[in-house]
């Protein structure tokens, strides 16, 4: 398995972002794919979740602001992050659910 997140930056509150992450050395088309974060000194929190037929959930604190999607076709899963907060500072992953195989996460940061 191996994960490679990217896309991160700085920016200005209110601003957008939009985080891919290019997986392979499983059955992408079949996976469950997440996007997590940790912030500076907090527990790594989920952040959203896509299932193979379409369908996503959120954590309350990002729902109607981002929206995970997937390219099965190239083993690609993205995350648009719309009017970004500071609270929103994080290095982000994305993860098969279940595995144990995290990428080397792309560093968020909101601040003006």
């Known amino acids: 398995v191996h994960i490679v997140e990217s896309g991160g930056g700085l920016v200005e509150p209110g601003g957008s972002l939009r985080l891919s992450c290019a997986a392979s050395?499983?059955?992408?088309?079949?996976?469950?794919m997440t996007w997590h974060r940790q912030a500076p000194e907090k527990a790594r929190e989920w952040v959203a979740t896509?299932?193979?037929?379409?369908?996503?959930f959120y954590t309350d604190s990002v729902s109607g602001r981002f929206t995970i999607s997937r390219d099965d076709a190239n083993g690609m899963l993205y995350l648009q992050m719309n009017s970004l907060k500071p609270e929103d500072t994080a290095v982000y992953y994305c993860?098969?659910?279940?595995?144990?195989?995290w990428g080397q996460g792309t560093q968020v940061t909101v601040s003006s």
């Open positions: 050395g499983f059955s992408f088309g079949e996976a469950i």
């Open positions: 896509m299932f193979p037929g379409g369908a996503t």
């Open positions: 993860q098969e659910a279940g595995s144990t195989t």
